[in-house]
């Protein structure tokens, strides 16, 4: 190739895309618009840079989430390596200092040969070959070039963003270290009586919120729902998300809290610990007096509010080929959140397999997707095959993959089983096409 593959976003999807294309022998343009310009999310220059949770959640291979990192590891993922050197304890779940993280990403993006990370912005789509991966938060100019050239005004949904407490400033009388059932004290724990409970929720749906939208017909994503919105849907709502006590017991009475707000480590150090589940639109006032109500936190100081900011996705079933390309531009690609698919590792693999199909494409083949019966495979079956008037992201879930021709009665039996054909299968794939790696060593 003379002109490189221009990858337009430097976020986990971007930087995915540009490494599995420059390991490929291909040259990269990385065209990332910050610090040049900013969003409302970020607050650094660094490539990969986590603006919501610190965790990339379960390892365990049985889990949806542990299947597809397994996948992902089979294809050479430049975020299990950074995400790995970088961890911090949280049980199970793979979470990370954030700061560490980015600078690793950084690192491994700007060193790999073939790479150019260009820091302009990218105001309409570039000709091909190139992929998009600018995520939710893509500007308003690339965003209407995006939409003129697909001819759709495409979805959009709010994602808020946690609160961050710091360790000193927690009354360790009340607060407890605990995970619930086998997880280890690598998590802090506010329990909470009835009574709290109540007046907790009493003063979360009486709080103040940001206003400007039309909050009540703003289509969230299920699976990060502010928590005051949870609270509107019923008081007992939240009670059985993020605050249920199931598996935890309070030292201080040796019994089951009526409700926690648990919290998780953000840094490895563990100065800074997230509020888990608790994203939110509250203006900043109101969390201070209904954060600081939470028992445990009444003299929190509070490293970072939680925020909302506008998320924006295609409707990739309305829109895109089957493998995220424009259908009369298959070497214009998207991938990462800006296609429906939602959470970290789901954006990071998309845009691996946006950089191999690009490879295959400019190689003159057919571009790939994974089976069904894998996490990847599913998701993409997914966004090509849900239904475009009701188009909403999606995030891995064994409810994506086919189902067991004989499944095992039991729960934790018919994940294993799910998640071993899903490996074997993946392997596969991956050995047919030439394409995997010699890194996925848990087969």
Known sequence: MTEPVVVVGGGLAGCEAAVALARRGRRVRLVEMRPVVTTAAHQTDRLAELVCTNSFKSLDPANAHGQLKREMEALGSVLLRSAHAARVPAGSALAVDREIFAASMTAAVEELPGIEVAREECRGLPPSPAIIATGPLTSDALSESIRQRLGDQGLSFYDAIAPIVHRDSIDESIVFEAGRFEESGDYLNCPMSEA????????????????????????????????????????????????????????????????????????????????????????????????????????????????????????????????????????????????GVEGYTESAASGILAGINMDRLLSGLEPVVPPPTTMLGGLYRYLREGDPGRFQPMNSNWGLVDPLEKAPRKKPERRLALAARADRDFIDWTSSLGIGTAAHAGA
């Open 196 to 339: 709290e409970y109540d007046a907790f929720i009493a003063a979360l749906t009486a709080a103040d919120v940001y206003e400007g939208h039309d909050w009540e017909n703003v289509p969230y994503f299920e699976g990060c729902l502010p928590i005051e919105v949870m609270a509107e849907r019923g008081k007992e709502t939240p009670r059985f998300g993020p605050m249920k006590p199931i598996g935890l017991e309070d030292p201080r009475t040796g019994r089951r809290p009526h409700a926690v707000v648990q919290l998780r480590r953000e840094d490895r150090a563990g100065q800074m610990w997230n509020l888990v589940g608790f994203q939110t639109r509250l203006k900043v006032g109101a969390q201070k007096s209904v954060f600081r109500s939470i028992p445990g936190l009444g003299e929190a100081e509070f490293l970072r509010w939680g925020s909302i900011h506008r998320n924006a996705y295609l409707n990739f079933p309305a829109t895109l080929a089957p493998h995220g390309g424009v259908p009369d531009a298959p070497r214009l690609m998207f991938a990462g959140q800006l296609t």
